[in-house]
Structure formats: C-alpha cells, structure tokens
C-alpha cells in the first residue's frame, strides 16, 4: 500500500497523510524542537561544569556530530520520504526489530517530554502568578488543550503555529547575540564584563580556577549528553518528510538550512556567554537548584544575566515570555513527533492497525489521542509531592534521544550500501549525505561514546543507584529489540532485498523465514 493512496476500512477513516508542509514550516520544526530549556539553561550548566572552553567544546563537537546525522537523514527521507521515517527506515533497511526498539524508545522519549512541557509551563507562569492565585493545573489544562488543538488542525496548521513559536525564540537569540556583541565592543555598558581575555582571570580572582577548562576530561565526557540533549530535536525535518510538499526539494533545503541556523545560535551563544558571565557566576545554574524553582531558575539563566547586565529592566520579564513560548514549541513539536512515530509503527505492524488512521484531514487522531493520554497524566503526576519524578523523566529523554540518533546513523550506513548494492547509481539520490561513509560511521561511535560516557561519575564514584537511573535506557532498548527478535524472528535485512519505495510492509511472524 503506497503512503500516497487511501486504503478505506469499512466504518473506518483514511490511513494516509495529507502533504501540506512547506519548507519554511519543515525548518522551524526543525529549530523549535531543537531550542528550548537545553539552551536556556543546560547552556549555563555546562559553563559552570566545564568552563567556557568546555561548553564550547562540548557544543562545537556535538554541533559537528549532527552535521552529519542530519546530511546522512536527508539522503533517506528525500529519496524516501516517510512520516515517521526512523523506525520505517530501520526496519527496511537493518532489522524490524532495531525498527520496533528505535521506534517504541524515540516515542516514549517525545510522550514524556510532551508530559513535563505542560507542567513545567505552569511552573514558569508562577514567575507572575503564584499558585495561590492560579492554581497549576489551569494553565496546565489550557496549554494541553493548546498544543491538542493545534496538532489536530492539520499537518499545515501545526506547521504554521510552531513557525511562529519558533519564530519568536528565533527573534529572542538574534536580540541577545547583538547586545552581547555590542556589549563586548563596550557600546552597550555592562559593569560586570572585565575584557574579552580577562573573563576567566577575574574569576580566578574571586576565588575561581582562572582557566577555560574545568573538571577535568572525564567532567566534560560526562556533559556531553548535556550538550547533546540540546541539540537534540533537529531530526525532526526527517519525521515530517511524510508531511512535506514536493519533498526532494524541500527537504535538503530545510536539513541545511536548520543545521546552520543552529549551530550559529549554539556556538555563538555560548561564545558570547563564555565571555560576558564569569563561569564561578553564582547565580549560573547549579546542581542544588531544584527543577521546580521556575522564578529563580529564570534568574540562573546565562542568556537573562546577559540582559540584566544590560541594564534592560524588563529582562526576567521578556525572559519569561520566551521561555514560556519555547516550551509551547517544544511540547508541540513533542507531540507532533511522538504522534507521527507511533502512526508509523501502526503501519509496520509494530502498534495496534487503529493507530495508523488518519481522519478527513490526514491527521493520525487515534495516535493522537493515546499520546496526548500519557501528556494527561502529567496532570495527576502533578499533584504527588514527589514532583522531583519530572527532573528524573527529563534525563531519561535525553538518553533515549541518543539511542535514536544511534539509530538514524545505522539506517544512514546500510542505506547507502544497499542502494549501490542493488545496481544504483549515485547520481540517482537527489540529496547526498557528506563525507560517506565516515560521517555515520563518526556518528555511530560518538553515540556509543556519549551513551557509555553518561554515567562515568556515577561509576567512579560507585553510586549504584545513580548509575541504573543513568543507564536505565539502555537494558530497556536492548530488551525491546530481543523481546521482538525473539518473538517475531526477524532477520538483518539482506543488501539485495532492501526496500526503497515509500510502500509500507507488515511483518508478521514468520515472514523473515
């Protein structure tokens, strides 16, 4: 059944996607979902953990790292563009097991995502309304209802609300790069900036260590899925290739276009920070802030002490509204991811049939519905007092996001080789991933790197609990994928048999025999 026809079951509604995104919505999905609180705050975090040398560092190398994935995704999902295109990819061209692991650890690692946005979004609106005056769970349910809406428009309506979104996060990083700019340059005041060379000085001064590098290598191996988690949400382009208008041109467009844009936002905020704020900044973020301190989390931020020592009075102020637009981008796009991934799945035969139809508008409303139940329960979840469950929630996202981009390399390496295989020419792919076959190669050995690295510190200092929460993930996704293999005893998919039209296979037990 092609992903372009419409298969009708009796009383039931349509299984295919409507094509209604351009690539100005594609590069904003991009971008929305990759800017949001890793930016905003993990960026301070990183400073204050590894010095400016180490966050650059630690953003410069990850930034190069996406270069690749995202290259290497875009020669897929132009030549194969399909909605929820890892877990389909997978299974095509590696083993449907590693395509039900990847597809079932990248949903759950969105869902919950989704479910702490909307919480936290209340949290950051006590900046101005205490909860005795607004209860938590209103503007809870309206941001729910919010992001519900939006994703059950169409494909095009949620593309041009996280256009916007993102826009206005886009608009709040271009404002903070000119003034620190103009700030270096002394052209806006900022009694707190000592020079672009003596930053680290003063702060040895004052008690700091006086140099760019802190912790140690393995600190800064330990901050990489920091890092990475920031950037983490630019693979998007690629799960909306479904979704896209006229997608071998739109799509290289958009996969070059966020990259760039990103990693200028990155690296040159992290430059101007490393300059303007002094890495022993008490009021960076730290370890001994707790996740739901919203008001003074805001002050912690690097890119808000920018501002205020701008001398710009309304900075928290201006702050707050961007952060709270971020996390409405990233929990639309949250819900748009997992809902398209769990639709793919339907149709792999990895997920309930039901999931994978679409209503009169090409929006998948029953796998909409079951995401947006599991973002329900943040609401109940909410009101335990062990609210600490959420900061937890938030690094298993993180983990699990790094087991996707594992996946997306994999799929990279073997769909090129299996596309020469069969008597393909180069010349045939509309798009070419950069340097291949080393830049998923490069890929796939820094996601073992950072996945293994994650919880050195926990090892070292044999924090067997921390270690199993750090490193949870990774029996789960290893589990999924025996369970399924087992169950289903599929095979690693031959080179001569791989599948590259945008036809969706079911595989049922039996049939890798």
Same mark, same amino acid.
Not at 352 to 378: D, E, H, Q, S, W
Not at 471 to 481: D, G, M, S
């Given at each position: 059944? #092609? @992903?372009?026809?419409?298969?009708?079951?009796?009383?039931? %509604?349509?299984?295919?996607?409507?094509?209604?995104?351009?690539?100005?919505?594609?590069?904003?999905?991009?971008?929305?979902?990759?800017?949001?609180?890793?930016?905003?705050?993990?960026?301070?975090?990183?400073?204050?953990?590894?010095?400016?040398?180490?966050?650059?560092?630690?953003?410069?190398?990850?930034?190069?790292?996406?270069?690749?994935?995202?290259?290497?995704?875009?020669?897929?999902?132009?030549?194969?563009? =399909? #909605?929820?295109?890892?877990?389909?990819?997978? #299974?095509?061209?590696?083993?449907?097991?590693?395509? &039900?692991?990847?597809?079932?650890?990248?949903?759950?690692?969105?869902?919950?995502?989704?479910?702490? %946005?909307?919480?936290?979004?209340?949290?950051?609106?006590?900046?101005?309304?205490?909860?005795?005056?607004?209860?938590?769970?209103?503007?809870?349910?309206?941001?729910?209802?919010?992001? &519900?809406?939006? @994703?059950?428009?169409?494909?095009?309506?949620?593309?041009?609300?996280?256009?916007?979104?993102?826009?206005?996060?886009?608009?709040?990083?271009?404002?903070?790069?000119?003034?620190?700019?103009?700030?270096?340059?002394?052209?806006?005041?900022?009694?707190?900036?000592?020079?672009?060379?003596?930053?680290?000085?003063?702060?040895?001064?004052?008690?700091?260590?006086?140099?760019?590098?802190?912790?140690?290598?393995?600190?800064?191996? #330990?901050?990489?899925?920091?890092?990475?988690?920031?950037?983490?949400?630019?693979?998007?382009?690629?799960?909306?290739?479904?979704?896209?208008?006229?997608?071998?041109?739109?799509?290289?467009?958009?996969?070059?276009?966020?990259?760039?844009?990103?990693?200028?936002?990155?690296?040159?905020?992290?430059?101007?920070?490393?300059?303007?704020?002094?890495?022993?900044?008490?009021?960076?973020?730290?370890?001994?802030?707790?996740?739901?301190?919203?008001?003074?989390?805001?002050?912690?931020?690097?890119?808000?002490?920018?501002?205020?020592?701008?001398?710009?009075?309304?900075?928290?102020?201006?702050?707050?509204?961007?952060?709270?637009?971020?996390? =409405?981008?990233?929990?639309?796009?949250? !819900?748009?991811?997992?809902?398209?991934?769990?639709?793919?799945?339907?149709?792999?035969?990895?997920?309930?049939?039901?999931?994978? !139809?679409?209503?009169?508008?090409?929006?998948?409303?029953?796998?909409?519905?079951?995401?947006?139940?599991?973002?329900?329960?943040? &609401?109940?979840?909410?009101?335990?007092?062990?609210?600490?469950?959420?900061?937890?929630? !938030?690094?298993?996202?993180?983990?699990?996001?790094?087991?996707?981009?594992?996946? $997306?390399?994999?799929?990279?390496?073997?769909?090129?080789?299996?596309?020469?295989?069969?008597?393909?020419?180069?010349?045939?792919?509309?798009?070419?991933?950069?340097?291949?076959?080393?830049?998923?190669?490069?890929?796939?050995?820094?996601?073992?790197?950072?996945?293994?690295?994650?919880?050195?510190?926990?090892?070292?200092?044999?924090?067997?609990?921390?270690?199993?929460?750090?490193?949870?993930?990774?029996?789960?996704?290893?589990?999924?994928?025996?369970?399924?293999?087992?169950?289903?005893?599929?095979? $690693?998919?031959?080179?001569?048999?791989?599948?590259?039209?945008?036809?969706?296979?079911?595989?049922?037990?039996?049939?890798?025999?």
């Amino acid at each position: 059944m #092609s @992903n372009k026809q419409t298969v009708q079951a009796a009383g039931q %509604e349509k299984t295919d996607l409507h094509r209604g995104m351009s690539q100005r919505h594609l590069t904003m999905i991009g971008i929305g979902g990759a800017i949001g609180t890793g930016l905003w705050f993990a960026s301070g975090e990183l400073i204050s953990a590894t010095g400016p040398g180490g966050a650059l560092l630690l953003f410069g190398c990850v930034g190069a790292m996406v270069y690749f994935l995202m290259t290497s995704l875009g020669e897929i999902a132009t030549y194969v563009p =399909l #909605s929820g295109s890892f877990e389909t990819y997978a #299974s095509k061209y590696v083993d449907p097991a590693l395509g &039900f692991a990847m597809g079932w650890n990248y949903y759950m690692s969105w869902a919950v995502t989704v479910t702490f %946005e909307i919480v936290v979004g209340a949290r950051i609106l006590q900046f101005w309304y205490p909860p005795e005056v607004l209860p938590p769970w209103i503007p809870s349910l309206l941001f729910f209802i919010l992001l &519900f809406g939006l @994703n059950a428009i169409s494909a095009k309506g949620f593309g041009e609300s996280e256009f916007w979104f993102a826009s206005i996060k886009v608009a709040a990083i271009v404002v903070f790069l000119l003034v620190g700019t103009l700030m270096i340059f002394g052209i806006v005041p900022n009694p707190d900036y000592h020079g672009l060379a003596n930053n680290w000085t003063y702060a040895a001064a004052n008690g700091g260590t006086g140099t760019i590098f802190l912790g140690g290598f393995l600190v800064i191996m #330990s901050k990489f899925i920091v890092a990475a988690f920031s950037f983490q949400g630019t693979e998007l382009v690629g799960l909306s290739a479904g979704e896209a208008k006229d997608p071998e041109k739109t799509i290289p467009k958009a996969v070059n276009s966020v990259f760039w844009r990103i990693l200028f936002f990155y690296v040159g905020g992290i430059i101007l920070v490393g300059i303007l704020v002094p890495f022993d900044d008490p009021h960076l973020l730290g370890a001994d802030v707790e996740w739901y301190e919203y008001e003074a989390r805001i002050a912690f931020s690097p890119f808000t002490l920018v501002f205020q020592n701008a001398g710009i009075a309304a900075a928290a102020h201006i702050m707050n509204f961007v952060v709270i637009t971020s996390v =409405l981008s990233c929990g639309n796009s949250g !819900l748009f991811c997992a809902t398209r991934m769990l639709y793919a799945m339907a149709h792999e035969g990895k997920a309930p049939k039901i999931l994978g !139809l679409t209503n009169k508008r090409g929006v998948p409303m029953y796998a909409l519905l079951v995401t947006a139940g599991i973002a329900a329960i943040g &609401f109940l979840v909410d009101k335990m007092p062990n609210v600490e469950i959420y900061d937890y929630l !938030l690094e298993m996202s993180g983990m699990m996001g790094m087991f996707g981009w594992l996946g $997306i390399a994999i799929c990279a390496w073997r769909f090129r080789r299996a596309f020469l295989f069969q008597g393909h020419k180069i010349e045939e792919l509309k798009y070419k991933a950069k340097f291949y076959p080393y830049g998923p190669i490069l890929c796939m050995a820094f996601c073992v790197f950072v996945i293994l690295g994650t919880g050195i510190d926990a090892l070292i200092d044999w924090d067997p609990i921390w270690a199993l929460q750090l490193y949870l993930p990774l029996p789960v996704f290893i589990c999924l994928y025996v369970i399924y293999k087992l169950y289903m005893r599929t095979k $690693i998919v031959p080179l001569g048999k791989a599948d590259f039209t945008t036809e969706y296979k079911i595989y049922k037990r039996g049939d890798q025999d």
